[in-house]
């Protein structure tokens, strides 16, 4: 694996793909290793300062393609360190704060969490509260 090379953990969890079949990575993976905090923090600015959209170095397009479920179907969160950001972060005692905002894991996971049940039952639920706040307003 890439990860002993760079005196990483021993199980970096494998990609879903490849982005680019020389560079593999959105970058070339020795420079990811090294420098993947510089692309993602300078695509933040990028999107948040000035309002750029491209998809390339998107913090949304690293968690799709590197988080991956487990053999029985689980995605890891950040807290595990069988996630792949936190396997080398946990590793390296580096501490960041973005998944308190962004999702840890794909969406297809969080849809998966969330249950087909909920989903159906949730515009239920909005139209229930909606009746009910039309009712609270005419019955003044
Ligand atoms: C307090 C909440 C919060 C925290 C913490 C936070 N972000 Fe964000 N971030 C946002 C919001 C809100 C946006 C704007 C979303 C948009 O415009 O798509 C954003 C946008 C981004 C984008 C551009 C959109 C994308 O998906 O590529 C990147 C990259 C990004 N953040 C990276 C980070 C990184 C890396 C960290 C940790 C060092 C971090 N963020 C921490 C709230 C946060
Ligand atoms: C389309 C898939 C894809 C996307 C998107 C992607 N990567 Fe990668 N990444 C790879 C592949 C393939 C490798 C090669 C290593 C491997 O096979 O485990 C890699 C390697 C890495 C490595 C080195 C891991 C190691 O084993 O040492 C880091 C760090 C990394 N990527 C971070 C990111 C970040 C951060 C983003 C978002 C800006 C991102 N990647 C986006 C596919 C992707
Ligand atoms: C191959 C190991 C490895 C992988 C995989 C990895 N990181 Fe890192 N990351 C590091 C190391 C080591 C640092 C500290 C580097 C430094 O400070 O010079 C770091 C630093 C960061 C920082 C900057 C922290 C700061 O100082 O502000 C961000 C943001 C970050 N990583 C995001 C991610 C995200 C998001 C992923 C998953 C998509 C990820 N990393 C995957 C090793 C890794």
Same mark, same amino acid.
Request: net charge negative; hydrophobic share 30%.
């Given at each position: 694996?890439?990860?002993? @090379? ?5 199980? !970096?969890?494998? /990609?879903?793909?490849?982005?680019? &079949?020389?560079?593999?990575?959105? *970058?070339? @993976?020795? %420079?990811?290793?090294? =420098?993947?905090? *510089?692309? !993602?923090?300078?695509?933040? #600015? $990028?999107?948040?300062? &000035?309002? %750029? ?5 998107? $913090? !949304?397009?690293? %968690? ?7 053999? *029985?179907?689980?995605? +890891? ?19 960041? #704060? ?5 999702? #840890? ?10 249950? /087909?049940?909920?989903? +159906?039952?949730?515009? +239920? =639920? *909005?139209? $229930?509260?909606? $009746? ?9």
């Amino acid at each position: 694996m890439f990860g002993t @090379v760079a005196g990483g953990p021993e199980n !970096i969890p494998p /990609p879903k793909g490849n982005y680019d &079949e020389d560079t593999l990575c959105v *970058e070339p @993976v020795e %420079i990811m290793r090294r =420098q993947h905090f *510089e692309y !993602i923090l300078d695509h933040r #600015d $990028l999107t948040v300062i &000035e309002g %750029i959209r491209t998809k390339k170095h998107s $913090l !949304i397009g690293c %968690i799709d393609c590197h988080i991956t479920p487990n053999d *029985e179907g689980v995605y +890891a969160r950040y807290s595990q360190e069988t996630h792949f950001c936190a396997s080398c972060h946990q590793f390296a005692a580096v501490s960041i #704060d973005c998944f308190q905002c962004h999702a #840890d894991r794909p969406e297809e996971a969080i849809r998966k969490a969330i249950g /087909p049940d909920q989903r +159906a039952r949730r515009p +239920a =639920q *909005e139209l $229930l509260e909606t $009746l009910q706040f039309s009712t609270a307003v005419f019955t003044k």
